[in-house]
C-alpha cells in the first residue's frame, strides 16, 4: 500500500581542522563535511532492521580518521576518497561529499607573514561536492558567499508591465548580490592529476572579472555572460548553476531635506529580495 | 555552444501581514511569500532582451494586492490564486508559491482571549507549496521548524560495523529532531472546497502524536511510521517526506565526580547531526 | 604604566536537557547556562599564573553535576547553588550565573499528555540572573525572545518636528516588538522559600495582559505602563527594565493598483528599528 | 511611587551605503549606524508627553541627509557630526552614534581593480562608538568579527582544580577566538584633525602582530599582552578592552583506528565556549 520513495541520509556539518606542521610553517585547513549515503536502504525504513546501516556517528569518525593523512590536497581530492570509501559499502548506490573550505590568511608579522597565526577570511567559501558510485565519480565546485557589488553599468529597463507594475526603468542602478555558484567538472576530473585547486582559482578569478567587467542589463543576463566566460576559460568545466539574490539597495530620496541624491545615499536591504537560479551548460 | 538550462526566478521573503478588523475582535495573519516562475525566459538571459520579464518587484506588489481581498482562508488557497495569476503570464510555464505562515495566539487577558493583541507562538512554521501551470495545478503543504523530543522509547543497535565504528549500541536514547515535513495532495486538493486547514491540522496532529507513540528503532523507521500514519489519516496526501536532522544529546560523564547518570543529564548538541531525508508514497 | 580594569571570565553557552524519569511520566528540563567570575584575577593577566584560575572547563563540569541532583526547581535556585559554590572559590569577588531556560508541551497523544514526548514551545525565553558574593547574592529574572504585536490601540504623535522629519502622525497603528525584560527581586527572594515560578508567571502574565489592554501612545510610555502594572502586581520586584525594539510595519500603498488600504494589508520590517530601553523602579 | 531610572532610545540598524562617482574611479561605503540618546525624557514615559520626542524616524533621516555630504573620511568623524547634532537637542543629555563599517575590496580585472566593482571582504568589522554631550566628546574604535588561530604557542597549565576539574594541563594546545575589542581615545581625538583611520590600522595590526607573536599562557594573559601593546604603540589610547570567547579545538583521539594524531586533526567548536572579557587601562 505505501512504499519508501527517495531517501538519503548522513551525517551534516562534522567540523574539521587540520594543523600540518611543516619545518619552516604551519599549515591549516578548516573544513565543514557533510556526508550523504543513497542505497537500497528499504529494511532500515520498513522493517526497523539496521544491519546494513553505516551509522552516521561512523561516518564523522571516518572523516577525521581520513583527515590525519589523506587531506593533502583540494578538498575535491579528499572528498573523492571519502566518496569512494563510502560507496563500497555493500547496501550503497551513492555517497556524496560536500565539503565546505573556510579560507585563513596568515597573520602579518614584522618580519613577514606569520608561521602559526591566521585570521579567517571571510569573503567567500569553497565549495565542493563529489559523488560516487560503485562505477564512478562525478566532481562539482562552487562558490558561497561571496557578496559582490557593482556601483554602476547594470540596468533594468523594457520589462513587461502590467497593472501591478510600480517599478520605474532605470539604465544605472547598484547591483548586489550574495553569490551562490555551483559548475559541474566533466568525467576526466575524477581521474588522478586534475588540478581542481588551479580550475576552482580560474573560476573564482574568472566569475569576479567578468562580474566587474561586464554591462548588465538584468541579473539573468549577468548570470548567463559569467557563466559562458566560466566555461570559455575552463574546458573541463560542463555546467555552471548559479543562484544570486538581487539585494536591492533603494536611492534614499533626499528632496524633503532639501538635497538631491544623484547616486549618492542608497538604503541596503536583504527583505524581500529577487532571486534569479539559472544553469548554463554546453551544447549537446 | 552554450544554452540554458534549468532556470527560475522571483521575488523571496515578502514579508506579509494583514489585519482583517471584524466587529468583535481583530484577525492577524503573518506569512513570507517567495513567488518563482519557469517558463521560456532565454531572451533574457541570452539577449538582454527583458520584454517577457516579469519584474521581482511587480511579484511582490502583487502579493501585496491580492492579499487585500484574496487572504481570507488557508494559504494554500491563497496561494493558488498567485499560482494561477502568474501562471497565466505570456512566457510563464509554471509559477510556483511557497507561503510560511507565522502563527500568533490571542493575548490572554482578565476577560477572555485579547480582541486585538497577539503574542507569536514559535512553535513550528505552516508552509504551502503551490505550483501552477496553464493547465493545473499541485499543492504541498507542510512542517518547518518544529523541534521534538522523545525521553525514550528510541533505541538504536544492530547497524553496521567496520573498522571506523565507536558508537555504543543503546536501546534508550533521547531522540530530538527539528522536523521539516513536506506532503503532497493529489490533484482534487486544487479544485474549489477542499478543505485545507483541515488537511494541515490532520496532518499535524498525527504527526505528533504517532512521534510520540512510536517505539523508534532508528530516524530512518520513525520516518516511515510517522509518514505511514499520515497517508492513512488523509487519503487526500499522496505523499509524504520528511528531513530529520537527529539533534544528538550526549549522556554527560559524571563518574570523575563520584556520581551515576542514569538518563538524567546530557549535553544538547545540533552540530554535527545526522541528517535523515526519506519520501514515503502510495503504491503505483 | 598600566593596569588591570574590569575584568570577568566563564563558560558561555552551556547547553543543558535534564530528564527526570518519574513513575508516570518524564520532566524535562532545556536551559542553555553562562558562568562569570569576577574577583582578584590580575596574577592570570599579568604574571600568567593560573593558580587561583578556575578552569572554564571545570565550570561546565560543575553545572553538569550540580543537575544531576539540584535543579529540582526554578532555574533561578539552580543558579543561587551554582553562584554560591563559585563565589566561595578564594579569588572570587562574586559569581554570576545566566540561565536561559526554554520550554517543551507535552506532545497531544489520544489519551492525553505524552508522558515522554516533547515539542518545544519557542514562544519566548525564561531568563534568570543570579549573582552572589560572599556576603550575600542578588536574583534577577527576565523574559526573552517574546514577539507580540497590538493591532490597534497604538498612537504616536505630538513628537518634536525638525528640518529631518518626515514621518506622520498617527492615532492608529501596529505597535509590534520582541521583548526583552529584566527585573530585580529584593533581598528576601534569595531567602529559602522565595516561590520563584510563581513570580515569573505574575511577571510574564501582568506584562502580556497589560501589553493588550493598554492604549500606547509611544513604546516609551508602554513601558512605564507595563513596568508599573508588574511592580504593583509584585512586591518582591523592586526594579522592571525593558529592551523592546519598535519593528515597524509599513502600511502598503496600494492606491496604484485601485485599491484603498483601511489598516489592512502591512509589510513587515525587521532592519532599521526603533530600540526603546528604559527602567523602572520602586522611589527611594 | 515608582520613577524612571536609566534610559535610552534611539534607531538601530541603519543600512547606509554610499557611492562617490571620483571622475576615475568609484569610492563605496557600507556602515550599519545606531543613534541612542539619552537626556530628560520623563514626560515621554510617564505622561505620555512627546513633545520633545525626536522620532526615531527623524534620526534615520538624519542620518542618510549628513551621509549625502558628510561622510568624507573615518567614521569615527562621520559619527563625532551624528552626536554632536542630536545633542544639541533640547532634551537630549548625551547623544550615542554607534558605526560598523563593514569592508569592501575592489574586484580583481586584468588591467588592475576595478574602479566600480567590489567584493565584500568579511574579515572583520570595524566599529566606532562616539558620543557627545553639550560640552564634550567621547570616541571609541574597535573591531569586532575578527576570528584568529594560533596553531601553537598556547598553554594552559597550573590552573585550580578542584573536585570537578578533569581537564588535563597542557603546553601546547590551538587557540582560536573572535575578537572583539574596543578602546577609548583621550580627549585630543575629538578635536579636529585626529587621524581615526591611521589610529584604528595601528591598533588593528598591532593587535594582530602581537597576536601571532606572543607565547599564550591563558586567554586572560593574551589580552594584557595585546592591549598593553596597542597602548604602547598609540598613545592616543587610554584604555583597551577585549571580549574574546574560547572557541575550543579538541583533538580527535584516533587510537580507536589504530593511528596516533600529534597535534594534527581537531575538532572545531563554538559551544560552550569559554569568554574572557578584561580592560587594560592606563594607570593613573
Redesign the interface.
Known amino acids: ?21 611543516e619545518a619552516e610553517r ?1 599549515v ?1 585547513r ?1 573544513l565543514t563535511v ?1 556526508v ?1 549515503l543513497e542505497g537500497d ?1 528499504t529494511a ?15 561516518m ?3 572523516v ?2 581520513f ?3 589523506r587531506l593533502t590536497g583540494a578538498p575535491e581530492a579528499f572528498g573523492l576518497e571519502l566518496a569512494r570509501h563510502f560507496a563500497a ?1 555493500p547496501q550503497v548506490g551513492r555517497a556524496s561529499i560536500t565539503l565546505r573550505e573556510h579560507g ?2 596568515r ?4 618580519g613577514g607573514p ?1 608561521p ?9 567559501t569553497r565549495v565542493a561536492v563529489v559523488a560516487a558510485t560503485k562505477s564512478g565519480a562525478t566532481v562539482e565546485a562552487g562558490i558561497e ?9 547594470s540596468a ?12 520605474a526603468e532605470t539604465d544605472d542602478r ?1 547591483m548586489a548580490t550574495k553569490v551562490t555558484a555551483l559548475w559541474g567538472y566533466g568525467e576526466t576530473a575524477a581521474e588522478p592529476g586534475f588540478d581542481f585547486d588551479a580550475a576552482w582559482e580560474t573560476a573564482r ?1 574568472t566569475l ?2 567578468v ?3 561586464h554591462f548588465s ?5 549577468s ?2 555572460i559569467m ?2 566566460a566560466m ?1 570559455d576559460a575552463s574546458p573541463a568545466i560542463d ?1 555552471v ?1 548559479m543562484v544570486l ?2 539585494l536591492h ?1 533603494w536611492t ?1 530620496n ?1 528632496e ?4 538631491d ?23 549537446g
Open positions: 500500500m505505501y512504499e519508501l520513495g527517495a531517501n538519503r541520509y548522513g551525517k551534516s556539518r562534522i567540523r574539521l581542522v587540520t594543523v600540518t606542521r604551519h591549516l578548516d557533510d550523504a536502504f532500515a525504513h520498513v522493517d526497523g532492521d539496521n544491519t546494513n546501516l553505516v551509522a552516521t556517528d561512523t564523522k569518525n571516518t577525521y580518521a583527515a590525519r593523512d559499502g585563513w590568511d597573520v602579518a608579522l614584522a606569520a602559526d597565526a591566521f585570521a579567517r577570511r571571510g569573503d567567500l558567499d561571496l557578496t559582490v557589488m557593482k556601483t554602476t553599468k533594468f529597463s523594457g520589462f513587461e508591465r502590467d497593472r501591478y507594475t510600480t517599478l547598484l578569478s569576479l572579472a562580474f566587474g567587467e542589463p538584468s541579473v539573468q543576463t548570470i548567463w557563466a559562458t566555461l555546467w548553476r539574490p538581487n539597495h534614499v533626499l524633503p531635506f532639501g538635497l541624491n544623484p547616486g549618492k545615499v542608497f538604503v541596503s536591504t536583504t527583505e524581500p529580495h529577487g532571486l534569479i537560479d539559472a544553469t548554463v551548460r554546453r551544447t
